[in-house]
């Protein structure tokens, strides 16, 4: 029945800019969330749940195995709207792992010690 649906019908209408910025900001969700540590993906995939229209309220997450809240966290992101994709990537930007910065190159290599043979 059209009547149970848990959300409401036809409220946003979301513009051209807004459903490109929205398939944008999924997809680097889905990457960067492949690289998170599996405590922060937990987190992740509370706060996806927090933000979907539904009028019921959240679940909590319960335990899983890294490919299934991988797979849980893709799902939810195609039920959430704008602005909680748009939170996810602010999570996600904020718990991304840092890159170490490169060791300097030297110039070129240590000069070598040549010994002759004897014959």
């Known amino acids: 029945m059209v009547s149970d649906l848990?959300?409401?019908?036809?409220?946003?209408?979301l513009s051209?800019?807004?459903?490109?910025?929205?398939?944008?900001?999924?997809?680097?969700?889905?990457?960067?969330?492949?690289q998170l540590p599996m405590s922060v993906q937990r987190q992740l995939l509370a706060l996806l749940e927090k933000s979907r229209p539904w009028k019921i309220p959240p679940r909590p997450v319960p335990e899983m195995t890294r490919g299934e809240l991988i797979?849980?966290?893709?799902?939810?992101?195609?039920t959430v709207?704008?602005?909680?994709?748009?939170?996810?990537?602010?999570f996600v930007a904020h718990h991304r792992p840092r890159r170490r910065a490169a060791a300097p190159v030297p110039a070129s290599p240590p000069p070598?010690?040549?010994?002759?043979r004897r014959s």
């Open 81 to 90: 709207p704008l602005d909680g994709v748009t939170t996810a990537a602010q």
């Open 71 to 78: 797979r849980a966290i893709r799902w939810r992101l195609g």
């Open 112 to 116: 070598r010690s040549f010994r002759r």
């Open 16 to 34: 051209g800019s807004e459903i490109r910025r929205l398939r944008e900001l999924r997809d680097q969700v889905k990457i960067a969330s492949v």
């Open 6 to 13: 848990p959300f409401p019908r036809g409220t946003i209408r």
